[in-house]
Nanobody, 128 residues
Framework: QVQLVESGGGLVQAGGSLRLSCAAS????????MGWFRQAPGKERDIVAS????????YYADSVKGRFAISRDNAKNMVYLQMSSLKAEDTAVYYC?????????????????????WGQGTQVTVSS
């Protein structure tokens, strides 16, 4: 079992920044891939960014490349999403997720079916 708790969401003006955090507990955190997804009202839950257990491989959705940065601290069982140059279209509920079967250091999991544990989500609202 893996428990995930997100924090750091809120209301921010367009062009601003936010840092999301995800605290993980349970299975050995440093052995599997982690990701951030988001879901806007009436839309699918889509990948934002993901990272391998080692941090050696990272994936970003095209919509956030150059603006968002994912990182992890295995010693603290934490994963982060630094979001900059925020746009109104970034408004969504952001979810942290764990892909406990994806343990390689060369492939960052990017599909929903690869993730087996999810946090409760944190709301990010960007005002234009």
């Amino acid at each position: 079992q893996v428990q995930l708790v997100e924090s750091g969401g809120g209301l921010v003006q367009a062009g601003g920044s936010l840092r999301l955090s995800c605290a993980a507990s349970g299975r050995t955190f440093s052995s599997y891939g982690m990701g951030w997804f988001r879901q806007a009202p009436g839309k699918e839950r889509d990948i934002v960014a993901s990272i391998t257990w080692s941090g050696d491989s990272i994936y970003y959705a095209d919509s956030v490349k150059g603006r968002f940065a994912i990182s992890r601290d295995n010693a603290k069982n934490m994963v982060y999403l630094q979001m900059s140059s925020l746009k109104a279209e970034d408004t969504a509920v952001y979810y942290c997720a764990a892909a406990t079967s994806v343990r390689g250091s060369w492939y960052a999991p990017r599909f929903r079916y690869e993730y087996d544990y999810w946090g409760q989500g944190t709301q990010v609202t960007v005002s234009s």
